[in-house]
Nanobody, 123 residues
């Protein structure tokens, strides 16, 4: 089955850190740009970050710039999202998927959506 599977979510206090992992099943993700997206209760899904395939370029939503870092380990077929200085407004289900960036800088999600992992930031 071709799918991405997320892990690493959990409950963390404000100011804390988490690292999410996105593991590819059934395909090699080295050919794909892979990104992270999130959806909070009652809100639309929003893009968080996208990591290019061949050029290694990275893109971030303004709300997470300077706090989140996306990286990839193709030998492990995995993309990571290091989240630091977490805020309550970061609480959401986080998903990974193949991604792209439009010429206006908007990050879009395409295929291979995983089931998501819950991140809760609360004291």
């Amino acid at each position: 089955q071709v799918q991405l599977v997320e892990s690493g979510g959990g409950l963390v206090q404000p100011g804390g850190s988490l690292r999410l992992s996105c593991l590819a099943h059934g395909f090699h993700l080295n050919r794909y740009a892979i990104g992270w997206f999130r959806q909070a209760p009652g809100k639309e899904r929003e893009a968080v970050s996208c990591h290019g395939a061949s050029d290694g370029a990275t893109f971030y939503a303004d709300s997470v710039k300077g706090r989140f870092t996306i990286s990839r380990a193709n030998v492990r077929n995995t993309v990571y999202l290091q989240m630091n200085t977490l805020k309550p407004e970061d609480t959401a289900v986080y998903y990974c998927a193949s991604c792209g960036v439009t010429n206006t800088g908007r990050i879009e999600g395409y295929d291979y959506w995983g089931p998501g992992t819950q991140v809760t930031v609360s004291s």
